[in-house]
């Protein structure tokens, strides 16, 4: 079982910028990709980005492309998603999830973080 920590969420106006942070603990071995959902009120959550922690290839939904970036700290084992151009469309609890198989899907991820809350406003 891996545990993930997220950190970094807030509140911040329209147009600026946060980091998140993920760490993880345990065994991490286990996790070929990690990456970052989100879950508005009264919607479904949904994925936002990944990356394959050995070769570090990354995915992005289309409304976070060119805006969102995420990275990982291999000896850290922490996992980034910088956040610029935040829209109060952004708004949400944001997960970080590990999964055994390089897939966006969310089933194959199987250990989950509690949460953070990203709150843009306009």
């Known amino acids: 079982q891996v545990q993930l920590a997220e950190s970094g969420g807030g509140l911040v106006q329209a147009g600026g910028s946060l980091r998140l942070s993920c760490a993880a603990s345990g065994r991490t071995s286990s996790s070929a990709v990690m990456g970052w959902f989100r879950q508005a009120p009264g919607k479904e959550r949904g994925f936002v980005a990944a990356?394959?922690?050995?070769?570090?290839?990354?995915y992005y939904a289309d409304s976070v492309k060119g805006r969102f970036t995420i990275s990982r700290d291999i000896a850290k084992n922490t996992v980034y998603l910088q956040m610029n151009s935040l829209k109060p469309e952004d708004t949400a609890v944001y997960y970080c999830a590990a999964g055994p198989i390089v897939t966006m899907k969310e089933s194959n991820f199987r250990s989950w973080g509690q949460g953070t809350q990203v709150t843009v406003s306009s």
């Open positions: 990356i394959s922690w050995t070769v570090g290839n990354t």
